[in-house]
């Protein structure tokens, strides 16, 4: 049980430490596009979308002729809005990140833990992770860009993170989760 709380806890420092490197470094976010005036959309989302929620442009809520000319004129939009105004990166958004993260490595510790006897060496149980992250990332980040017509850029660069982010998590989990015998 102190293997698995340690190693638990040390995958999941590892994993916000490589977050906080990834996204605060500039090449996820040359995947982006930039409005043309930041104000004059703040003004249009304000008047177009009356409260906090996901949008989809057309909307389904259209008749079906109505939906199917707005769906080929385009747009094709998933709009998400926060109506209420908050500070950039304020503390709670570091401290539910980090207990998202700790609840994720725990639920794949404990995936690791039932398949144990098939993970005799490191090397298995670091796959085993990364693997997991694949798939994972696969279909959490190839979904939107074929389901909903969302760009490529974002979700390719999402999924790396995805990716890396679960090997890192593999690396140290790996060590702490093994087989009684080791």
């Known amino acids: 049980m102190k293997n698995f709380v340690t190693g638990c806890l040390l995958a999941t420092i590892a994993i916000f430490a490589w977050g906080a490197i990834f996204w ?3 090449w996820p976010y040359s995947a982006l596009e ?3 005036d930041d104000d004059a959309a703040g003004e ?22 109505t939906h199917a000319r707005l769906h080929n004129r385009g747009p094709i939009a998933t709009i998400h809005i926060q109506r209420k105004g908050r500070a950039v ?21 404990l995936l690791m833990k039932m398949v144990l006897p098939a993970l005799k060496f490191y090397r ?21 860009p074929v389901w909903w017509y969302h760009p490529w850029g974002w979700y390719l660069f999402t999924g790396v993170y995805d990716v890396t982010a679960w090997v890192v998590v593999g690396l140290v989990l790996a060590k702490f989760i093994k087989p009684v015998s080791e």
Do not use: C
Request: charged fraction near 10%; proline fraction near 4%.
């Open 24 to 26: 605060m470094s500039p």
């Open 34 to 36: 930039q409005t043309l």
């Open 44 to 65: 249009s989302l304000w008047e177009n979308f009356p409260k906090t929620g996901t949008y989809i442009i057309p909307g389904i809520y259209n008749d079906e002729a």
């Open 89 to 109: 990166m304020e503390g709670s958004v570091f401290v539910f990140g980090f207990l998202h993260e700790l609840i994720t490595v725990i639920l794949i510790a």
């Open 124 to 144: 298995n149980r670091l796959g085993f992770v990364a693997f997991a992250g694949v798939a994972a990332a696969f279909f959490t980040n190839v979904g939107n």
